[in-house]
């Protein structure tokens, strides 16, 4: 407790709390914290409110917006951007093929990066050497990733290189509209696997070593440690990595931009590519914005289906 | 690091050689393309597609690396865009560190009433991906003149909601007691913030310092609608210019691909305890 005398001798200003269990500064007790918190909390609320949430909503004003210059101005058309939208046979392709993409590229990145911080926290000759050879790449700035594989992806390029040497005939990889998608899902692997790695690796650190002794000790097989110990207790930065993997994925642009421009035959035309697309190549806003809005929907939805998920199995 | 500490000898040494092997495979499998770009850039840029039919030795490495490319990298439009890219996010980095820091310590340490939704509206901004409200937001900012503007590009980084949310949960592990120890011994809130937790939480500082450094060094599509001027390009936007044109000299791209990753490669290199730290533990424990 601070002595009542050096309570006098100190500005308020610079003591907001003195004697925080007395009674009779109670309203002071209430009101001081907040507006303490919100002096703290006010610049970066400014910012996420002006910089991530006022574009939402000015994006949903203005997709119930049409008409523009050739038809008297902007008023007030309802839903008539998304009716269109949905009407367009170029944005159903967007949204099957952003579907596809999700539905294989998260769980495959996911997989591959549990199992990689798997191998890389067991003891073995270099492995911190080799573990940062495959964080390495997530250095490499999305739109650098694109360049240097669109090298890579050249017909006269490495990966050929590669597969003539395997004996393999050459793929047109980028050109060809089956193997597009698998071809930019590759190269985001590279960049983003070591990333999610590095959350899982964390977690695998924090499981007590004691476990893995017990179980030893009680005979357990490495590869039954693994799923009864490791797996079940990094199951909250593995749900954390899934999330964040899919809402990253949902957003992919640079590669798709910089190699392929959503083709070929609308094949790597995943929905940020095609609002890109809308908005300034065909000048259509109004209806580019439906579309943001309907991809925040959706990256909502999926977050929220995934906390769903591992809020069961928590209950389970 | 390692965690699986086994107490016979006999079985850790067949699975240690697999492991290394399997890890080394792996490692080097990623390390490739980067390679590959490295040693590219380390000779002319008609070199680049001469040592690929076949495969020989030559693709991945070459007797006489020289640093021409490098050179005239600098000496052009692109070092200046990568000049741009590393104002635009060490000043994000020092801005952005500092409001995500305070709004961090007004979430964990002080509890107030609405502390709840404040929160709720710091993880309804994180959860509203960027990139996909960039479009109506290059609009805002067309409005605000703010287009071909270092503001312009910088802003957007500096209030992220994911640092806020890194550096709260690592304040959240600071025991009460030691707050109102302290604010019985007379220390303000800001000394609080300014003392106590800031020196303690530097592992999450420094993960949230290179989360919004990351953010603005990769950015692709921000700077594409906000900045294209010669004098506000960024490195990778300029770099992408190049994919489409006819006489590319390819050295000088791949030059330029490894500064753009070099650069925040030797950051996380530096970092990455810290990054690691910063997710997992606190420093508390």
Same mark, same amino acid.
């Given at each position: 407790m601070t002595a009542p005398g050096a309570r006098i001798q100190r500005p308020r200003a610079a003591s907001p709390l003195p004697g925080t269990r007395r009674p009779r500064r109670r309203s002071r007790l209430v009101w001081r914290p907040t507006l303490v918190a919100l002096a703290f909390l006010s610049p970066a609320l400014i910012g996420l409110v002006l910089l991530r949430l006022a574009p939402a909503v000015v994006a949903f004003w203005?997709?119930?917006?049409?008409?523009?210059?050739?038809?008297?101005?902007?008023?007030?058309?309802?839903?008539?951007?998304?009716?269109?939208?949905?009407?367009?046979?170029?944005?159903?392709?967007?949204?099957?093929?952003?579907?596809?993409?999700?539905? *294989?590229?998260?769980?495959?990145?996911?997989?591959?990066?549990f199992l990689l911080a798997v191998l890389y926290t067991r003891r073995a000759a270099g492995s911190g050497f080799w573990r940062s050879l495959v964080i390495l790449p997530i250095a490499v700035p999305p739109?650098?990733?694109?360049? *240097?594989?669109?090298? *890579?992806?050249?017909?006269?390029?490495?990966?050929?290189?590669?597969?003539?040497?395997?004996?393999?005939?050459a793929q047109p990889f980028l050109t060809s509209p089956t193997q597009s998608l698998t071809a930019i899902m590759v190269l985001l692997s590279w960049v983003g696997v070591g990333y999610w790695m590095l959350f899982l690796i964390a977690g695998i650190n924090d499981v007590?070593?004691?476990?893995?002794?017990?179980?030893?000790?009680?005979?357990?097989?490495?590869? &039954?440690?693994?799923?009864?110990i490791t797996f079940p207790l990094v199951r909250r930065p593995l749900a954390f990595v899934l999330v964040a993997d899919t809402?990253?994925?949902?957003?992919?642009?640079?590669?798709?931009? *910089?190699?392929?421009?959503?083709?070929?035959?609308?094949?790597?035309?995943?929905?940020?590519?095609?609002?890109?697309? &809308?908005?300034?190549t065909l000048g259509d806003l109004n209806t580019a914005q439906a579309e943001v809005i309907i991809l925040v929907l959706l990256t909502l939805a999926i977050v929220a289906?995934?906390? &769903?998920l591992l809020k069961s199995e928590d209950a389970a | 690091m390692s965690v699986t500490v086994t107490r016979r000898p006999r079985r850790l040494r067949t699975g240690y050689l697999l492991l290394s092997l399997v890890g080394a495979l792996i490692g080097l499998a990623f390390l490739l393309p980067l390679w590959w770009t490295l040693v590219n850039s380390l000779r002319p840029g008609s070199d680049t597609f001469a040592f690929l039919n076949p495969l020989s030795w030559q693709t991945f490495f070459t007797l006489s690396p020289n640093l021409d490319n490098y050179v005239t990298l600098l000496s052009g439009d692109?070092? =200046?865009?990568?000049?741009?890219?590393? #104002? !635009?996010?060490?000043?994000?980095?020092?801005?952005?560190?500092?409001?995500?820091?305070? +709004?961090? $310590?007004?979430?964990? +340490? !002080?509890?107030? =009433?609405? =502390?709840?939704?404040? #929160?709720?509206?710091?993880?309804l901004s994180f959860l509203i991906p960027f990139d996909a409200i960039a479009i109506p937001l290059a609009d805002m900012f067309r409005d605000w003149n703010l287009q071909n503007t270092f503001i312009g590009l910088i802003l957007p980084g500096i209030g992220n909601g994911m640092a806020i949310f890194l550096i709260r949960t690592f304040f959240l592990a600071i025991p009460t007691e030691l707050v109102e120890a302290a604010r019985l011994d007379g220390l303000g809130w800001w000394g609080v913030f300014r003392r106590i937790y800031l020196p303690l939480s530097r592992p999450a500082l420094i993960g949230a310092g290179l989360?919004? #450094?990351? $953010?603005?060094?990769? +950015?692709?599509?921000?700077?594409?609608?906000?900045?294209?001027?010669?004098?506000?390009?960024?490195?990778?936007?300029?770099?992408?210019?190049?994919?489409g044109q006819f006489n590319v000299d390819y050295g000088v791209m791949f030059a330029a691909s490894v500064i753009l990753t070099l650069i925040p490669l030797?950051?996380?290199?530096?970092?990455?305890?810290? #990054?690691i730290q910063s997710v997992s533990t606190s420093g508390l424990k």
């Open positions: 203005q997709s119930l917006q049409g008409g523009g210059i050739l038809s008297g101005g902007e008023h007030f058309v309802g839903l008539d951007n998304y009716v269109e939208l949905f009407s367009s046979a170029d944005f159903i392709g967007s949204l099957l093929v952003t579907l596809l993409f999700t539905v *294989i590229i998260n769980p495959v990145q996911v997989a591959i990066a739109a650098v990733s694109a360049v *240097i594989w669109s090298v *890579i992806y050249r017909p006269d390029g490495l990966g050929n290189a590669f597969l003539g040497m395997l004996g393999l005939p007590p070593t004691e476990l893995y002794e017990a179980a030893s000790l009680d005979g357990a097989s490495a590869w &039954r440690q693994l799923w009864t809402v990253s994925n949902f957003l992919v642009f640079a590669p798709v931009q *910089i190699l392929t421009k959503g083709g070929p035959e609308g094949s790597t035309n995943l929905l940020m590519h095609d609002i890109f697309n &809308r908005a300034y289906v995934q906390f &769903r | 692109l070092g =200046r865009a990568i000049g741009n890219s590393l #104002f !635009i996010s060490v000043v994000t980095v020092v801005a952005g560190l500092l409001i995500c820091a305070m +709004a961090a $310590f007004g979430l964990s +340490a !002080i509890p107030f =009433r609405g =502390r709840g939704a404040i #929160f709720g509206i710091v993880i989360t919004l #450094f990351l $953010f603005q060094w990769q +950015a692709y599509m921000w700077p594409l609608l906000m900045g294209t001027d010669q004098n506000h390009i960024v490195g990778p936007v300029a770099l992408s210019n190049l994919q030797l950051i996380i290199m530096i970092c990455q305890r810290y #990054f």
